[in-house]
């Protein structure tokens, strides 16, 4: 049985391999711990706060260090719509953190007892085990 961080990656790597975009280091991004301030020809622009300077790194070793951008919920919705059996699976969250899924036989959303998406917290990785679990059953 997988712990709940091993689930975590698993869920996290392919919602990365499923959201390319994810994968995009951009202007702002931050990466361990510096961050990305521009491009210049093949190498990313990079300031370190710990030693307040300003790096050239290479875009290959950036890709090296850099495993993407961490998911958040309108990445997992919609990584969630393509896993489905039909193209026309969807998801949504209500404001109190609800997750439904539409039910095309009664062509109404019904929302899904006990998973939650807890909207004080943005990312995928600070939400909770039920979450999780759920999401790992659809890899």
């Given at each position: 049985m997988k712990t709940h961080e091993e689930k975590l990656q698993a869920?996290?790597?392919d919602i990365r391999e499923k959201l390319p975009r994810l994968k995009e280091?951009?202007?702002?991004?931050?990466?361990?711990?510096?961050?990305?301030?521009?491009?210049?020809?093949d190498v990313y622009l990079v300031y370190s706060y710990i030693k307040e300077k300003v790096y050239e790194v290479p875009i290959s070793e950036m890709s090296e260090i850099f495993e993407g951008k961490e998911?958040?919920?309108?990445?997992?919705l919609k990584w969630l719509s393509r896993k489905g059996k039909n193209a026309f699976w969807e998801f949504k969250v209500n404001c109190l953190g609800d997750l439904f899924e539409f039910d095309f036989e009664e062509y109404k959303f019904q929302k899904l007892?006990?998973?939650?998406?807890?909207?004080?917290?943005?990312?995928?990785?600070?939400?909770?085990?039920?979450?999780?679990?759920?999401?790992?059953?659809?890899?």
């Open positions: 869920i996290t790597a280091i951009s202007k702002g991004d931050f990466v361990k711990g510096n961050l990305i301030i521009g491009l210049s020809l998911p958040m919920l309108n990445d997992v007892a006990g998973i939650k998406w807890d909207l004080s917290k943005s990312f995928l990785k600070d939400q909770d085990q039920y979450l999780i679990d759920f999401l790992y059953e659809r890899i």
